[in-house]
């Protein structure tokens, strides 16, 4: 009895903190403030209580994730409409480095030291301190470079050129099955799709791992491969 109510409770915590998650919104670790990032270790550790809760026990911890849930759905729709509260609650970016000059403070501020900015410089491929222009200390804690007018990479712009725009590809082959809908929404059918796959030499749609189009029609075919590819080079 025990083991199908601990059952129960994991599957009804794992629900919840996965509706929850959803309500405040996808977004990637980098783009997660600190209080965000608070938050949601917070609602996770709440959660693994709950997991393990009795039945007469459920509420105060289902509660609780519900009260942190909405306080940061509130915080997020406050911070969308108010600068004032959204840089108290994520903060502004701040100055680290700008025309050659290091700014102590900021880096005391931060609690970041010169070396760990160094490391960030040379990771974004800056080996000079003289190739940047600023260097600002992002709210997410990453940092972001402005390199010099002349160490900037060559634009189309600069050349006077007009290379023609790219666009999102299609993926219409995923691990040997046809996405109807992609293949409908650029245009195509099943069977100029097996047309296409008989001109890249693949009889059956089960030797695909993934087959892309873009907007010329022009098709990219990857097959399964059971061979190992070796790594050896890279030792």
């Known amino acids: 009895m025990e083991v199908i109510q601990a059952i129960i409770t994991a599957l009804g915590s794992a629900a919840a903190l996965f509706t929850l998650s ?12 600190m209080f965000d990032y608070i938050n949601s270790i917070t609602i996770g550790s709440i959660a693994a209580e709950m997991a393990t809760c009795e039945f007469t026990d459920l509420l105060k911890p289902f509660t609780a994730m519900i009260v942190f849930a909405l306080f940061n759905i509130l915080l997020s729709l406050l911070t969308n409409k ?4 959204r840089r108290l609650a994520t903060g502004k ?27 960030q410089c040379r990771v974004n491929d800056y080996f000079d301190l ?14 972001s470079f402005l390199p010099v007018s002349n160490k900037r990479p060559i634009t189309g712009e600069d050349l006077n050129i007009s290379p023609s725009q ?53 098709l990219c075919v990857y097959k399964k491969l059971t061979e190992k590819m070796t790594a050896d080079l890279l030792e």
């Open 93 to 119: 970016p701040s100055i680290l480095y700008d025309n050659g000059q290091l700014y102590y403070k900021t880096f005391a501020k931060a609690k970041m030291d010169l070396g760990e900015f160094l490391v």
């Open 82 to 85: 108010s600068i004032k509260i």
């Open 22 to 33: 959803k309500l405040m919104g996808n977004r990637e670790m980098s783009q997660l403030s």
């Open 130 to 143: 003289t190739d940047i222009q600023t260097a600002l200390l992002e709210p997410n804690g990453k940092i």
């Open 166 to 218: 790219n666009y999102l590809v299609a993926n219409v082959i995923i691990d040997g099955k046809i996405m109807l809908q992609n293949l409908k929404h650029i245009g195509n059918n099943e069977k100029w799709l097996t047309k296409q796959l008989r001109i890249h030499d693949v009889s059956d749609i089960s030797e695909v791992f993934l087959a892309t189009c873009d907007r010329n029609n022009k």
